[in-house]
């Protein structure tokens, strides 16, 4: 191979690396949209009667999913305790001993929809990619909390 061929394939190798972040920084949201699904997101939370939410994987989830055994679809209950503006929002889910507090970053929230067919709580549709939370499965949250999150006397 010669110096020349070395540095062709050098150069493609670079080219592909620049398209590749260029995508990247190019997919990725504006401050401005960021700050419109934070004032979304918020705005359908803040009009939530009941403390007790549904979290849904957003890769599983079909809105008109009459699957009453719920093996198509990750969901997870869990209440809501209250929205950190420029972070996102803080649940508490039940684990044994107790409960713990975890934070869903606004990123990870796609959309918010009042209710499906199977539940009469609010749904918050995320993205699972955080923290395993029950057996192999990933939830939607990023990291836990302190306790002192909690609105709930434990």
């Known amino acids: 191979m010669t110096i020349d061929q070395l540095l062709n394939i050098v150069g493609i190798l670079v080219s592909v690396g620049i398209a590749l972040i260029t995508y990247r920084i190019s997919s990725s949201l504006s401050a401005k949209n960021k700050y419109d699904h934070e004032v979304y ?7 939530v009667r009941q403390e007790k939410i549904i979290l849904a994987d957003v ?3 079909n809105s008109d999913n009459n699957d009453t055994k719920n093996e198509t679809y990750y969901k997870q209950a869990c209440g809501l305790n209250h929205i950190i503006p420029l972070y996102g929002v803080v649940v508490s889910l039940r684990k044994s001993g107790g409960f713990e507090a ?3 970053p606004f990123d990870w929230i796609e959309y918010v929809r009042p209710s499906d067919s199977e539940d009469a709580s609010m749904i918050l549709t995320c993205k699972f990619k955080g ?5 192999n499965f990933k ?9 002192s999150y909690l ?4």
Do not use: N, T
Not at 131 to 135: E, V
């Open 59 to 61: 890769k599983k989830y």
């Open 41 to 47: 997101i918020i705005s359908q939370l803040g009009r």
């Open 139 to 147: 939830s939607p949250i990023r990291e836990i909390l302190d306790k």
């Open 131 to 135: 923290i395993k939370w029950y057996k």
């Open 151 to 154: 609105r709930i006397e434990i």
């Open 102 to 104: 975890g934070l869903i």
